[in-house]
């Protein structure tokens, strides 16, 4: 549950503690090393003291007890996706912050984006979440640690959406709405839309047609964020070259933080 510290002169609220899942795509994990971010993101890289991370690979089961750990973040080093931006703006804001992590394939994501899936299969997307049994991978470690779910960051693929462009707006509001049911009736959800088209071939041609459905499904519990300017507007440059993976999660983290007036 969200805990809100102290109000200050400004109206701005300090929150003690924010809990928000990452999940998606390959760059909701750790995808690029800090070391080749590059100008004013190299000041994303350091200890976060009050920042704690789980995460999880989709790909691999069964889960094991260390998935299941959040640990204090440290980005003075190694590899880095959507948290780091996410961090380097809230750490600031909330006295603790925890981000649970959960990302697969793009092969996955292309044919289990829906949610009506059936749970019964370890590598579907859905399961590692969550499931009726209460062990999916996000449940467990808000149990372990009496937490609960205030935000969610999904980064959606390119190509992984345009698969199902026919079905996405139901799938998103399907998806948006059983992690609503399941976890908290008020999560923010917070997502990317689709860089525009640059070239539409085949696995392109859909594109547009799902950018208007991410907006024409987005509530008042919804945000979204645009990513047109960042890069060169390459697909795969916004979400796995280092300096616009950085960028990604500042969006994210910013979005977030006005959401919240802190």
């Given at each position: ?23 998606g ?22 200890n976060y003291?009050?920042?704690?991370t ?5 790909q ?5 007890d ?27 804001k ?14 996955d ?16 997307y ?52 059983i ?37 024409n ?20 440059e916004v ?8 960028e ?15």
């Open positions: 549950m969200l805990n809100i510290l102290l109000l200050n002169v400004r109206n701005k609220i300090k929150i003690e503690t924010l809990t928000g899942a990452i999940i795509q390959s760059n909701a994990g750790r995808r690029e090393n800090v070391a080749s971010m590059t100008g004013q993101y190299t000041s994303l890289k350091k003291t009050n920042v704690k789980a995460l999880r690979n989709g691999t089961y069964p889960f094991v260390s998935d299941l750990i959040l640990n204090q973040y440290n980005a003075s080093s190694g590899y880095y996706g959507a948290e780091l931006g996410i961090s380097n703006v809230l750490s600031s909330v006295t603790n912050l925890n981000l649970i992590q959960f990302f697969v394939g793009s092969n994501l292309k044919t289990n984006f829906n949610p009506n899936l059936s749970e019964s299969t370890h590598n579907q859905y399961y590692g979440i969550w499931n009726s049994a209460g062990t999916g991978f996000l449940q467990q470690v808000l149990t372990n640690y009496g937490l609960s779910l205030d935000f969610v960051v999904w980064i959606q693929g390119e190509q992984d959406a345009v698969i199902n462009s026919t079905t996405y707006e139901t799938d998103l509001s399907n998806f948006k709405g992690l609503r049911t399941h976890f908290n009736s008020n999560l923010l959800f917070v997502y990317n839309q689709l860089i525009t088209p640059f070239n539409l071939g085949n696995s392109e041609s859909g594109k547009n047609a799902i950018r208007l459905a991410q907006v499904n987005q509530t008042t519990k919804d945000l979204i964020i645009n990513m047109d300017d960042i890069g060169t507007g390459d697909q795969y979400h796995y070259a280092p300096n616009p993976l950085a990604l999660g500042v969006r994210f983290g910013n979005k977030i933080k006005t959401y919240y007036n802190i």
